[in-house]
């Protein structure tokens, strides 16, 4: 045997038997759970008590997992013109809930409703309301029940029909499980 079969037959070796111990050991204890097949049920609930503050004295603070990043993202870095509202918070104010909200974005937390959520979005969406995902379970509801409704005014009113939005469960009975 000459030095470089030698050479290539040790590597192989090693190769095989690294590769060998890398199969042994995901079959006896996974290193990770594949994304998506043990999703919690719904959204994760809001957490951070300067964002259900800061932005749910004005809206319901909507669960950051509703979103995408990029979204939340842009949302944050235009609070001068948001919705035809200029929003003034403090700079530790909006570093705290900037992180929250983009740590807890559709995308980045493995939830079934937020995993849902990010499927066909195209653009950066600024709204909820324009995800395809909420635009298919709404689309049966009737005018009259929302904009016709003084007491609901707009789909973006979670929290009229799903009373325990912010925490998560976008059922329109607070006693069910979360939507999936």
Known sequence: ??????IASAALLVITTGFSTTLLADKEEPVSTPWGVHSKPGVAPVTEESYRKECGS?????????????????LM?????HFGENVKISRK??????NYLLNGAAGRVDYTVSNQMIHN??????????????RNKHQEIPAQ????????????NCIACHT???KGL????????PAE
């Open 77 to 81: 870095t235009t609070l001068h013109e």
């Open 145 to 156: 029940q929302v904009t016709g409704n003084p007491e609901v005014r707009s789909l973006g």
């Open 58 to 74: 004005c809206h319901m603070a909507y669960p950051p997992g509703l979103l995408p990043a990029h979204s939340w993202e842009r």
């Open 1 to 6: 045997m000459n030095y470089a079969t030698a």
């Open 170 to 177: 976008f059922t329109e009975e607070s006693g069910q499980s």
């Open 164 to 166: 325990q939005a912010e």
């Open 121 to 134: 979005i195209k653009g950066i969406p600024m709204r909820i309301t324009e995800l395809p995902y909420f």
């Open 93 to 98: 104010s909006w570093k705290t809930i900037t």
